[in-house]
């Protein structure tokens, strides 16, 4: 049977020089077998003020801490670091980048759940994982799961964050069994994983909650502005050049 690994981190900031500081995961073996990993590690690189207000940590919290390459979750993800095995995380893009710069290289099958969100939840406007979390009625059943798993509850905190994407999992998962009868659950959202998203509405700026096709036919020139000024989102650049050609 395959490992699933759902993670999560949080980081001294967003850009490129930044690293991570905190590291959150469910190591899946079977539904009986699941390991909690819940670490702080040590950064030389300042924590930014803008990351701490989010997650909260200080830089005292994590001066005793070993780096990253000793942690528990670094041994662990190299341990079972194969094809056969699944990496999990919501907008996955980020989290693996953050642990490529401690030196990870991925051999995993990857499924990023925001991606899988979009493609089998296409009416929400939103699909940051607190959003879902609420929209999908997660918040009804996480206290039970936290107690089954040993685990607290909080926004923002790599291990709340894992909880909320375990049980989004089982949504996507169910929603994928329903669409796409025939074909494995998880065989689908490694594939939506790997296919962009087609998004209909801008969900800011000037045109927020106008259909990308109809900007493109009245500004198109807006659009080409937000392709060579703003940092998009992989789907959402995609929408754009395919409405725009």
């Known amino acids: 049977m395959p490992t699933y690994i759902l993670f999560d981190t949080e980081t001294t900031g967003n850009g490129e020089e930044d690293r991570v ?3 959150g995961a469910f190591v899946v073996h079977d539904k009986e077998k699941i390991e909690v990993i819940d670490e702080l590690c040590y950064s030389e690189h300042p924590i930014s003020l803008e990351a701490m207000e989010v997650h909260h940590i200080t830089p005292e919290m994590i001066e005793s801490k070993p780096p990253f390459k000793e942690t528990r979750f670094a041994e662990t993800i190299e341990r079972y670091n194969v094809p056969e095995n699944f990496l999990i995380a919501h907008n996955i893009a980020f989290d693996l980048g953050m642990i490529r710069k401690e030196g990870f290289e991925n051999r995993y099958t990857l499924i990023d759940t925001v991606r899988c969100a979009k493609h089998l939840f296409a009416d929400l406007p939103y699909y940051r994982l607190q959003y879902l979390r609420y929209a999908l009625g997660l918040y009804k059943i ?3 799961e936290a107690e089954k798993l040993g685990v607290s509850i909080q926004a923002h905190d790599a291990i709340g964050d894992v909880l909320v994407l375990k049980l989004l999992l089982s949504k996507l998962v169910a929603a994928a ?9 998880m065989a689908t959202l490694v594939r939506l994983t790997q296919t962009p998203v087609l998004m209909t509405h801008l969900r800011f700026g000037k045109y927020k909650d106008r259909k990308i096709e109809e900007i493109a036919r009245l500004d198109p020139d807006y659009l080409h502005w937000m392709r060579k000024n703003i940092d998009l989102d992989e789907d959402m650049a995609y929408s754009i050049d395919y409405y725009l050609n």
Do not use: D, M
């Open 21 to 23: 500081i905190q590291v």
């Open 142 to 144: 996480e206290a039970e």
């Open 177 to 185: 069994r329903e669409r796409f009868e025939g074909e494995h659950p």
